[in-house]
């Protein structure tokens, strides 16, 4: 579904990602795991179209699309959560859904996508005429992936969607990515530095070092490699 190849990227006279090549199927979550700076938001972002000083070949459903605007990216069916969920604080919960849905004009469809994503987080439910802004750290993730579902994503990407939640919001939140995956055939891109939880879930994986893949594998055979166990589990 998605192939990157030879990709670089530059922030001014940083290069941020230094040729990298990964491939993601159809269906699978594959993961990104790597420290702080290694360049996987990055590459969400370069993927996004959100980075314009970017080389190399970024294909989609076999179309090419590095130079394709960001609103486009999305119409063609990659929808990213971004660190830090960036939901509208000032809009209620049923606002920011919709305004997940502004590309579509299928309002049936859209309505109901409104209820299965209410059914998979009734807290979003309980709280719909609430402002985004007055949700809690775990309440505004959910907020942030419903609102992508709403753009009915082929490729979801989720950057660090644990990022200060509680370890019971963490484990939530990761049931509910499992879950798309396997009850709707989601395809999945997930950055996250919570290494042993994205690994916990994922297919296969990448690991990023300063704008470098390093090591790929199955996500089960990187949750036991000696190295990653070390730099990226905290294990001995």
Sequence with gaps: MLEVKN????????HALKGISFTVNKGEIVTLIGSNGAGKSTTLNSISGLIKNRKGSIKFEDEEIIK???DEIVKRGIVQVPEGRRIFAELTVEENLKMGAYLRNDSDGVKKDMKKVFDMFPRLAERKTQLGGTLSGGEQQMLAIARALLSKPKLLMLDEPSMGLAPII???IFAFI??????DGLTILLVEQNANMALSIAHRGYVLETGNIVLS??????????????AYLGEG
């Design 68 to 70: 394709c605007r960001t």
């Design 178 to 183: 499992k879950e798309m995956n396997e009850k």
């Design 170 to 172: 963490v484990e939530q």
């Design 7 to 14: 990709l670089n990227a530059h922030y001014g006279a940083i």
């Design 217 to 230: 594998d199955t996500a089960e055979k990187l949750r036991t490699d000696d190295e990653v166990r070390k």
